[in-house]
């Protein structure tokens, strides 16, 4: 019986002494640098509902799915030190745009790769756009700017894409005023393409419900000059004459 209990208290000392293996928590996923956000994670491929398919071709004749490629290819090569400028060189002169990349680095650098592959060039300023709404407590709101860069040119609902569509960077510290530049999206928050904007005044209720990309700098005459061309009867968002945009260049 000693002999017994000898062994059991020597099983006890053995089992009090073993140590459990406690494994070392996972390595923490590498932060992401927002300034360098890949293509398919800034972007959704499925399109908001009842959204239309991309045309095959754009106003000025080239293959949406080579400008979907093209974009793809040169957007890990945009990158960011400084003043991020560009210029819209449109037939009522140049405009030039300081855009912020620190708000909305997923928006700037698509359209700098939009502009780097030609994209924008050929294509138009399809609308002006002049609303007023009445708020429930009789106050008013106007609406005044301009819209560009639909693949077709008519800035039709939903037209406004080449076959993939931007996430979200709203920022509601960002006041929409004259000369604020933004991304077009329609009633789907993730649903900005390639349609921009250039506001004529300001606007208080889009404020953080739209993504800014920057501001006018240089040009604003040209932008006005744009707006009071001559409109159709009876669509008079829609000008006579569109102002076409020969090219966007990207200043050092």
């Known amino acids: 019986m000693r002999r ?7 099983l006890a000392v053995i089992g009090c002494g073993k ?24 972007t959704a491929a499925t399109p908001p509902q009842d959204t239309p398919f991309a045309p095959e071709k754009t106003l000025a004749g080239r293959p ?16 960011f030190a400084g003043p991020t400028r560009a210029t819209i060189r449109t037939d009522a002169g140049d405009i030039e745009v300081t855009l912020n990349p620190d708000a909305a680095p997923n928006h700037v650098r698509n359209f700098l790769a939009l502009a780097q592959v030609g994209f924008y060039d050929g294509l138009t300023f399809e609308r002006v756009v002049r609303q007023e ?19 077709l040119g008519d800035g039709g609902q939903g037209k406004g ?38 506001m004529l005044g300001p606007c208080l209720p889009m404020n953080g419900k739209y993504t800014v990309i920057g501001k006018v700098t240089l040009g604003m005459d040209a932008v006005h000059a744009i707006a009071n061309a001559p409109v159709r009867d009876p669509d008079y968002e829609k000008p006579v004459a569109p102002v076409v945009i020969r090219k966007i260049d990207r200043q050092p």
């Not at 140590?19 to 800034?42: C, H, K, L, S």
């Open 161 to 198: 894409h080449v076959g993939y569509f931007l996430k979200p960077e709203f920022d509601e510290k960002i006041p929409h005023e004259e000369g604020t530049v933004g991304f077009w999206r329609e009633d789907d928050d993730n649903s900005a393409g390639t349609r921009f904007y250039i």
């Open 64 to 79: 949406t799915a080579d400008v979907v490629a093209d974009v793809r290819r040169v957007w890990d090569t945009i990158r």
């Open 133 to 151: 709404t009445v708020g429930l407590d009789g106050s008013r709101t106007r609406y005044e700017f301009l819209t560009a860069g639909c693949p």
């Open 19 to 42: 140590r459990e293996t406690v494994e070392a928590p996972p390595p923490a996923p590498p932060a992401v640098d927002r300034m360098a956000v890949p293509f398919d994670d800034a």
């Open 4 to 10: 017994a209990i000898g062994c059991l208290t020597a």
